[in-house]
């Protein structure tokens, strides 16, 4: 079973609502993180060993996994969606986003 982390800044609206819209399938694991030090859940090694694909919101956050964390990704795999601050939490137009954007990334 596969384990997408998805990344955003703050942790609080983009990356908790992608955890929460995929949660509810049965045939892979996600979870969370912010890459800011004060994010609500804050991106840290043992999330980065534990996913296999990381998801990141914006091309910024790619980069800064990859400067922070570049030991522990390995050769993981790092998504951009592409999707800006825009959004609040389980926002309808995020969520379209979301599921369309990732819908050739998960499991069919």
């Known amino acids: 079973m596969k384990r997408f982390l998805f990344v955003c800044s703050q942790n609080r609206l983009r990356s908790p609502t992608a955890e929460q819209i995929f949660a509810c399938r049965d045939d892979i694991e996600v979870s969370s993180a912010g890459t800011n030090h004060d994010a609500e859940n804050p991106l840290g090694d043992e999330l980065i060993e534990w996913a296999d694909v990381i998801v990141a919101m914006e091309g910024q956050h790619r980069t800064k ?26 926002d309808e137009t995020l969520i379209g986003l979301l599921k369309s954007k990732m819908q050739r990334h998960l499991p069919s």
């Open 65 to 90: 996994v990859q400067r922070h964390f570049g030991a522990a990704l390995k050769s993981k795999r790092i998504v951009v969606l592409g999707i800006p601050d825009d959004y609040t939490f389980m």
